[in-house]
């Protein structure tokens, strides 16, 4: 039987044992205690470094980054939405100013969010360069020789064995690599190593988040965004001028614009007739044609809600639906002013009751002669109730279209330079017309009514309803980096996380008596059940092809078995018989030297 037990005594004198053995396990750089006093300009640079390249620093960098990106979420941001940033203002007067001055408006551009960003970068960028040329190194090496004295690691066992040592070595080193291990014989004994891949994933987690980094940076810095209402029959080419709202990413220059234009040829929408979910959307379809190029052909496509047209690289996505009533405007003369031109309307509500303004800018004459402008506030229902029901759609699909108008003449100050919405009147300049009682001229129209303006003013008829699609064309480079990125983390991540990298040394040397006297230890990053199992699983298979043999004393006790007066008749083996001799339990055991992180 063996005698080799775990010990869980500890020497000072025996933390050197395990020498190179417990040494780089890890690819974290050893930290240096700087002497203060000695350090002068050079020194603290250097300390400095080592601080801004440590992964504690990474993290908390990491940590600030994310919080700083909390305030661009919840703060209107001038780059997204700069009539909000100016309703805050107005509302905010005191708190405003504060947020300028913190530069809370432009969060990812400003000054503190881009030297957190920066230092960041570097400083993944300095713990990643070193770790690597390590990490190179110890794949470039060998597994290090077995510590002088094997017991002294946290799991071990051990056995005696009739076997030469040449052999068990022989059988270990065949064995280890059988496991994949890395091994090679040292000596009296085999060293081998596995779980590198643990290693591999904390540097690919690190590149990963450099990669992301680069890519986040890049598709704001290049990226652009606008979006365009286009009424049935109507089309969109891909330049500046032809996008309701565009933003931009500051080195975003108009040559980035891919070469594209689109017509919307018709729009298709279906919805729940009945039950709890009635009125709910159920397909949001636009069919397109296309061409790509001055000179690229037609081409024809159908566009769904998460289902982008992708051309090069930016993505046409469908995002918004409503409808624009078709009106014909004659002046005081019958002049049409207006031809059967469709006047898109804002949604209020999930059934699609719409409103908006109708504008008459050119060419109409008043009874007198005189040129003015018409503008009219429009309230559209794609479904009505009926008489005496609400001024609101009861389902969104055109089962009943109603349009109520009410009427206005003047200027409407289109002329004076300063921009307005297209959906909103202006009414400073802006007269009423009067009815009958002298209230505001209104009245509601179905499909093929005409509404005949007071005194002689002209007509306007309502002869239809065309549907109209919001699209929002995006280019956002650096997406699929960014993807490609979080996916490597992820990966690293759990690479790093769920593999061990650890040691196991096999010594077979020749004892004092001529019997061979094996030693197997194991030693892993940190204390884990992982390593004193695979341990005892090694030593079982090597066990089975170098079995052990009979203790020096067990001669002695079969001999003088026939003098004793008693004797053991249950057939339970004597636990000191040689066939029922093994290698000891393996027990993890914390050993001082070894290197715990």
Not at 319 to 324: I, L, M, N, R, T
Request: hydrophobic fraction near 40%.
């Amino acid at each position: 039987m063996s005698n080799t037990t775990t010990d869980n005594a500890t020497k000072a004198g025996d933390d050197q044992d395990l020498g190179a053995a417990g040494s780089q396990l890890s690819t974290a750089p050893q930290e240096e205690q700087p002497s203060l006093p000695s350090l002068g300009v050079i020194g603290w640079a250097r300390w400095f470094w080592r601080q801004l390249t440590s992964m504690r620093v990474a993290l908390l960098l990491l940590l600030l980054l994310s919080l700083g990106a909390i305030p661009g979420s919840l703060i209107p941001q001038t780059g997204i939405d700069a009539t909000k940033v100016a309703d805050f203002r107005e509302k905010h007067d005191i708190l405003a100013p504060v947020y300028d001055k913190l530069g809370l408006f432009n969060v990812y551009s400003s000054v503190w969010f881009s030297a957190i960003y920066i230092l960041l970068f570097i400083s993944l960028i300095g713990c990643i360069v070193p770790r690597t040329w390590q990490f190179v190194g110890q794949l470039r090496g060998r597994p290090p020789g077995a510590p002088r004295r094997l017991t002294r690691l946290p799991a071990h066992t051990g056995w005696r064995t009739e076997a030469e040592p040449e052999q068990v070595r022989e059988a270990a080193l065949a064995l280890l690599r059988k496991r994949r291990f890395r091994a090679h014989v040292v000596g009296d004994a085999v060293a081998a190593e596995k779980g590198y891949l643990r290693e591999v994933g904390n540097l690919v987690f690190h590149v990963a988040l450099i990669v992301m980094l680069i890519a986040f940076a890049w598709g704001q810095l290049f990226k652009y965004e606008g979006n365009k209402l286009i009424v049935e029959g109507g089309g969109f080419a891909n330049t500046l001028t032809q996008y309701d709202d565009f933003r931009s990413g500051n080195l975003f220059t108009e040559d980035d614009l891919d070469p594209f234009s689109f017509d919307l040829v018709d729009f298709k929408g279906t919805y729940e007739p009945t039950g709890p979910n009635r009125g709910t959307p159920r397909t949001y379809e636009a069919d397109l044609t296309y061409s790509v190029g001055a000179y690229g052909g037609e081409r024809k496509t159908t566009v769904k809600v998460n289902k982008p047209l992708e051309i090069d690289g930016s993505k046409v996505y469908l995002v918004s639906h409503g409808y624009a009533p078709v009106l014909t405007v004659k002046d005081a003369s019958g002049k049409v002013v207006m031809d059967k031109e469709a006047v898109a309307l804002l949604p209020l509500d999930g059934n699609v009751t719409s409103s908006g303004a109708v504008k008459v800018m050119d060419g109409y004459r008043n009874a007198k002669g005189e040129r003015e402008q018409l503008g009219f506030n429009a309230f559209f229902l794609p479904t009505h109730g009926g008489e005496g029901s609400s001024m609101l759609s009861v389902f969104p699909a055109l089962i009943n279209p109603m349009l109520a108008l009410s009427a206005y003449h003047g200027d409407l100050g289109v002329d004076a330079g300063t921009p307005q919405s297209i959906y909103q009147l202006d009414k400073t300049n802006m007269e009423e017309f009067k009815d009958s009682d002298g209230k505001l001229f209104k009245k509601q129209l179905a499909i093929g009514d005409t509404m005949t303006l007071p005194n002689g003013a002209g007509t306007v008829t309502f002869d239809g309803v065309k549907e109209w699609a919001g699209f929002q064309i995006v280019q956002e480079p650096g997406g699929g980096w960014a993807l490609g990125g979080a996916v490597a983390a992820i990966a690293g991540l759990a690479g790093s996380l769920f593999i061990q990298r650890r040691r196991v040394w096999v010594r077979a040397v020749r004892g004092a008596d001529g019997v061979t006297v094996v030693e197997m230890a194991g030693l892993g990053r940190s204390e884990s059940a992982k390593v004193p199992e695979e341990l005892g699983d090694l030593a079982g298979l090597l066990y089975d092809k170098a079995p052990g043999a009979p203790e020096p004393d067990d001669s002695e006790e079969s001999g003088n078995s026939d003098d004793s007066d008693e004797s053991d008749d249950s057939g339970t083996p004597d636990e000191t018989d040689p066939k029922t001799s093994g290698p000891t339990d393996t027990e993890a055991v914390p050993a001082e030297g070894a290197e715990q992180e």
